[in-house]
């Protein structure tokens, strides 16, 4: 059985982020409500307005990638800088280390998926679409964001239409059939059960 769920962007709700220097925009989470410090996944967008440090999420797995301006260095456990742009792959790292932020030119907006190490695994991919495709989800939790761009989803004899950060997240997804069509710059997350 896949249940399925259209998230509007004009839902999201903004909250503090947990180290209080700045906001973010909380896509989904998983308890639905749960808080930062017990949730089992969690999807949101950032705007980082200044260099400084991450906050620490124990036990957390987390990835980023950049949706809006010219990019961020991020230093990672004292490795050498890495540096993300709007057209780089989304990054994989641990969230409970060390992790400091230096903006490349002026504000980012990034997008971050984070999991409870202990019982999920995530991956995270960028796709643009220019027509017509079908993905086959991977893992029995699956999300789509549309960036930039509008498209069309259908599954399973349903369909939506989801415009500029608009997202599906689909739950009994995994093995099925999903047609996209349109002209956008998204997301796909997929959350795996270890």
Known sequence: MTRAAVLRSSTYRGMPWKN???ETIEIAVSPEGAALSDFDWRVSMATVETDGPFSIFT?????????????MSLTIDDNAPVLLKQDSAPLAFPADVA???TLAEGP???LN?????????????????????TVHPAAPTWFLLCHQGTLTVEWSGEHADLGPKDALLLQGAKGKDVAVSGKACCFLISIDPI
């Open 20 to 22: 209080g220097g700045g």
């Open 59 to 71: 036990g957390i797995d987390r990835t980023l990638a950049i949706l809006e301006g010219n990019g």
């Open 99 to 101: 992790v400091a932020a």
């Open 113 to 133: 998926v984070m999991t409870r190490r202990n019982g999920l695994r995530h991956w995270v991919e960028r796709v643009d679409v220019d027509s017509t495709a």
């Open 108 to 110: 980012i907006t990034d």
